[in-house]
Nanobody, 121 residues
Framework: QVHLVESGGGLVQAGGSLTLSCAAS????????MGWYRQAPGKQRELVAR???????NYADPVKGRFTISRDNAKNTVTLHMNSLQPEDTAVYYC???????????????WGQGTQVTVSS
């Protein structure tokens, strides 16, 4: 099956930047909507940003103007550039693909293992 592998989390001071990357493994023919979600302690998982296969993006209001999502369809990757990070951005960040077609057939709603982002004040 196709798996999503995230990297790039860590600890940063408020006002700093981090970049998260997510790569889909396997022989992939197409990836539909790719996105990043986050879950802070005691809170529900929420959408951060997502990008269609054609590059159309949408962002959650709290991150607009600070975060940028992009994808490389040739490399099957999605990246989240995070600037002006604030303590309230602290969460586990998850990569998501809503639908993938690969050598294994179709898979829906894939999640990565999550990567911790901690912003200190």
């Amino acid at each position: 099956q196709v798996h999503l592998v995230e990297s790039g989390g860590g600890l940063v001071q408020a006002g700093g930047s981090l970049t998260l990357s997510c790569a889909a493994s396997g022989r992939i023919f197409s990836l539909n909507l790719m996105g990043w979600y986050r879950q802070a302690p005691g809170k529900q998982r929420e959408l951060v940003a997502r990008i269609s296969s054609l590059g159309t993006t949408n962002y959650a209001d709290p991150v607009k103007g600070r975060f940028t999502i992009s994808r490389d369809n040739a490399k099957n990757t999605v990246t989240l550039h995070m600037n002006s990070l604030q303590p309230e951005d602290t969460a586990v960040y998850y990569c998501n693909v809503d639908r993938v077609r690969s050598e294994y057939g179709y898979q829906n709603n894939l999640w990565g293992q999550g990567t911790q982002v901690t912003v200190s004040s």
